[in-house]
């Protein structure tokens, strides 16, 4: 029997989607979703509110983004944060010593003209860490409606 509820096909279109979308490359992920924000706006934010980008990070909890650090090379950080959006910055910021985020801007001066497929490979692999840390329950998501993503 097939189901004509629209809205829970739908529903399931997008759950799908998020599946996907988890195994495919940050470029790809990108890709898809400035296209649906651009042709279907509304199943873009249903979407993304199921799957974890990058810019997420600048909702994860203190804990989680210091453990995330300790896992994280300075210079593949400073890579990934070219360009990146400025809470996503911050929040890095401030779960590192002032000495760090000192070594940190050194760092992202000497890779400032860094080809966008680097930028993306360290962001991919910084989210990647991310997503294992949020799978053990060790990093926390929570966006700003207060909603608890991962």
Do not use: W
């Amino acid at each position: 029997m097939v189901n004509t509820n629209t809205n829970e096909i739908q529903i399931n279109g997008l759950q799908k989607l998020a599946d996907i979308l988890a195994y495919c490359d940050m470029q790809t992920t990108e890709n898809i979703m400035h296209g649906l924000r651009k042709e279907l706006p509304q199943a873009a934010a249903k979407l993304s509110q199921s799957i974890v980008m990058f810019d997420d990070l600048a909702n994860a909890d203190e804990y989680g983004m210091k453990v995330l650090l300790k896992a994280v090379d300075l210079s593949e950080l400073a890579t990934a944060l070219i360009g990146a959006p400025d809470n996503v910055v911050v929040n890095f910021a401030q779960n590192m010593s002032k000495n760090t985020v000192d070594d940190l801007k050194q760092e992202a001066n000497f890779r400032k003209n860094s080809p966008r497929t680097a930028i993306l490979k360290a962001r991919e692999r910084i989210l990647s860490i991310a997503k294992e840390l949020i799978r053990v329950n060790k990093l926390y998501i929570t966006r700003p409606d207060d909603a608890v993503i991962y």
